[in-house]
């Protein structure tokens, strides 16, 4: 079922899966296709607010894993959402930005949209830390 690069998405975990969740050949542009199981309100078809801050949560890990060229391990410390307006029942983009790469810590902001970038429907902000950093040599 993986039909990414190598290079984008290194190893699959089966929540990637169930979310449906991808980079884009654009770096830090992910995308989170649309699945009924997503719905969160189903009287408003939007989505489940969690599988929005799990999007923004893996986007930034993967984010500074491509960054770090998957030379060392990248866990989520701690998370800030806030949720700016209604999603529909329909894909959800992302774009990750690094604030600042450590040498034990980083930083990630991450906007979701759906028709437009401009109309963002969530924000959020990731502390992640980094270890057992390998040579790249």
């Known amino acids: 079922m993986n039909q990414h690069p190598p290079s984008q998405m290194q190893i699959r975990s089966p929540m990637q899966d169930w979310l449906a969740f991808q980079s884009d050949d654009?770096?830090?542009?992910?995308?989170l296709h649309f699945h009924e199981q997503h719905i969160g309100n189903p009287m408003i078809g939007s989505i489940h607010g969690g599988v929005t801050a799990s999007l923004v949560e893996m986007c930034a890990e993967h984010?500074?894993?491509?960054?770090?060229?998957?030379?060392?391990?990248v866990k989520l410390i701690s998370s800030s959402l806030d949720y700016l307006r209604i999603s529909k029942d329909t894909d959800v983009h992302a774009r990750a930005r690094i604030v600042r790469i450590g040498r034990r810590?980083?930083?990630?902001?991450?906007?979701?949209?759906q028709d437009?970038?401009?109309?963002?429907?969530?924000?959020?902000?990731c502390t992640l830390r980094i270890s057992n950093q390998r040579d790249k040599s």
């Open 26 to 31: 654009e770096k830090g542009k992910y995308l």
């Open 105 to 113: 810590m980083a930083f990630v902001d991450v906007w979701c949209w």
């Open 116 to 125: 437009d970038e401009n109309i963002p429907i969530a924000r959020g902000t």
């Open 63 to 73: 984010m500074i894993s491509v960054e770090l060229e998957h030379q060392a391990d």
